[in-house]
């Protein structure tokens, strides 16, 4: 085989993109309910469907009974700016960033919220001391790094004392790790992560400490209607029961009704872990067969099972570009490419509705592409 002979068995299912991630196994449009659709939300029937998917969510991950879970617009981002803008003021802040979402939590916390944050940092690849937090303060972390794919070790460094609120951005981490509940007041997710849910919708997790909090304080100021989850000081409880603050996609919920039924058939977040370790063991099989690939997270104790971001020797920008987009055309692998503001580099979905198979025929095709393009590089100098 010369260098650049191209593989000859593609991956089944070429996805690999960290959001929206790939469908799960089987998906296929037409195996979705469609009896709520084109009826009210606030029906019987949509409201038992949305009550449904919270009721399996609880299941999938199991939740305890001390957390609510709500349905409520605006994906990740629309839930997380929720918790931010009903909870923070009322003590100090501090947040943690070492990628761009928990950036961009960082630059609203300073810009919009105005709240002169304690910011810890660490660079692409890397997590911040965990040690420095101080938990008298409400602490913004996001639980796994997609941009960077760096995540928390566990929940260990999280004081069970603790008097501020823990808000966890955990949108590339539920269904991948195991979430001690008891040191989490705030979560919140998407369901096109590791559900392969459709884009839509924001799930926001609160425990009976940011109940507290949202019955107590009221925030100097103004709250949208999206945003509002109290009504004369008490919990809209309506929210956590499927009766949502607005008008949902009845059709996202049916696609994670049907990803959150295929998750409890494999057996629920310990068949969903395995699945996603199984896909990152695979790929990093795949890194340490060839010393042009590397992983950006060093530390294999902090390096993400679901969004892994890997270093390709000698290539900018424009190499990455060039190899992800040659992988596309061939219909080897989507979606590849590292995030924007992360250095130039690839990045490959491992969550659970990724096949390992596919995962594992992926690596032929990274070396003929990173191939193919190193020698059109080296043709266009010569
Ligand atoms: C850690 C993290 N936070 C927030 C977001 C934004 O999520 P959404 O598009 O669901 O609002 C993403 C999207 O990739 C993410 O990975």
Request: aromatic residues 10%.
């Amino acid at each position: 085989m010369t260098a650049t002979a191209k593989p000859a068995r593609k991956p089944a299912r070429p996805y690999f993109s960290s959001g929206p991630c790939a469908k799960p196994p089987g998906w296929f449009p037409a195996k979705l309910s469609t009896e709520s659709l084109g009826r009210s939300h606030r029906a019987k029937l949509g409201k038992a469907r949305l009550q449904y998917c919270i009721d399996l969510m609880r299941d999938v991950f199991q939740l305890p009974e001390t957390h609510r879970i709500g349905i409520v617009p605006g994906s990740d981002t629309g839930a997380f700016e929720m918790a931010m803008w009903t909870m923070l003021g009322a003590r100090r802040v501090t947040t943690l960033a070492w990628e761009s979402f928990g950036e961009g939590w960082v630059t609203d916390a300073v810009k919009q919220l105005k709240l002169d944050p304690t910011v810890i940092r660490a660079d692409y690849g890397e997590l911040p001391d965990l040690a420095q937090v101080d938990w008298s303060n409400d602490v913004l972390f996001t639980w796994n790094g997609t941009t960077s794919g760096v995540r928390v070790p566990d929940g260990e460094w999280i004081a069970a004392d603790r008097q501020g609120l823990s808000f966890a951005d955990a949108t590339s981490a539920v269904f991948a790790y195991d979430i001690p509940w008891d040191k989490v007041d705030v979560a919140t997710f998407s369901w096109q992560k590791v559900l392969g849910g459709e884009g839509a919708h924001g799930v926001l997790i609160l425990g009976p400490r940011a109940v507290e909090r949202l019955e107590s304080y009221t925030p100097a100021w103004p709250l949208p209607k999206v945003f509002r989850l109290t009504k004369a000081g008490k919990l809209v409880e309506g929210v956590f029961k499927g009766e949502t603050i607005n008008t949902p996609s009845m059709l996202a919920v049916e696609d994670a009704i049907w990803a959150l039924e295929w998750a409890q058939g494999l057996g629920g977040l310990q068949a969903l872990k395995a699945r996603s370790d199984a896909n990152a063991e695979a790929l990093d099989r795949i890194v340490k067969e060839r010393d042009w690939l590397g992983h950006l997270a060093a530390d294999p104790a902090t390096r993400s099972k679901t969004s892994v971001c890997l270093t390709v020797e000698g290539a900018d920008a424009d190499f990455v570009k060039r190899l992800s987009a040659l992988l596309e055309a061939e219909g080897a692998a989507y979606d590849i490419a590292g995030y924007r503001d992360a250095p130039p580099g690839l990045r490959i979905w491992c969550g659970a509705t990724v096949d390992t198979a596919d995962i594992e025929a992926l690596g032929p095709w990274l070396d003929w592409a990173w191939a193919t393009v190193k020698a059109e590089a080296q043709a266009a100098t010569a």
